[in-house]
Nanobody
Framework: QVQLVESGGGLVQAGGSLRLSCAAS????????MGWFRQAPGKEREFVAR????????YYAESAKGRFTISRDNAKNTVYLQMNGLKPEDTAVYYC?????????WGQGTQVTVSS
């Protein structure tokens, strides 16, 4: 089992910034690392960004490129999502994700609301 705890959501005006954090109870095995997804009202959950534990590769959705930055602190088993230039369409519940042996773990979600 892996527990994921997110924090850092909130209400921000368009153009503002937020930093989300996700602390894992332990590091997961395998190359997947951890990632962020989001789900807006009435929409399916969608991928935002992912960072492997040990490689330098970073993966972003097109909507996140140039505005969001994912990073990690391996010593703390923590992943961050720095979100700049937020837009109203970024409003969603953001979920932290980890994958191990084909099984997905999810955090409880943190609400991000961007006002216009």
């Amino acid at each position: 089992q892996v527990q994921l705890v997110e924090s850092g959501g909130g209400l921000v005006q368009a153009g503002g910034s937020l930093r989300l954090s996700c602390a894992a109870s332990r590091r997961t095995f395998g190359s997947y690392g951890m990632g962020w997804f989001r789900q807006a009202p009435g929409k399916e959950r969608e991928f935002v960004a992912r960072i492997p534990w040990s490689s330098g590769s970073l993966y972003y959705a097109e909507s996140a490129k140039g505005r969001f930055t994912i990073s990690r602190d391996n010593a703390k088993n923590t992943v961050y999502l720095q979100m700049n230039g937020l837009k109203p369409e970024d409003t969603a519940v953001y979920y932290c994700n980890a994958r191990e042996r084909g099984y997905d773990y999810w955090g409880q979600g943190t609400q991000v609301t961007v006002s216009s």
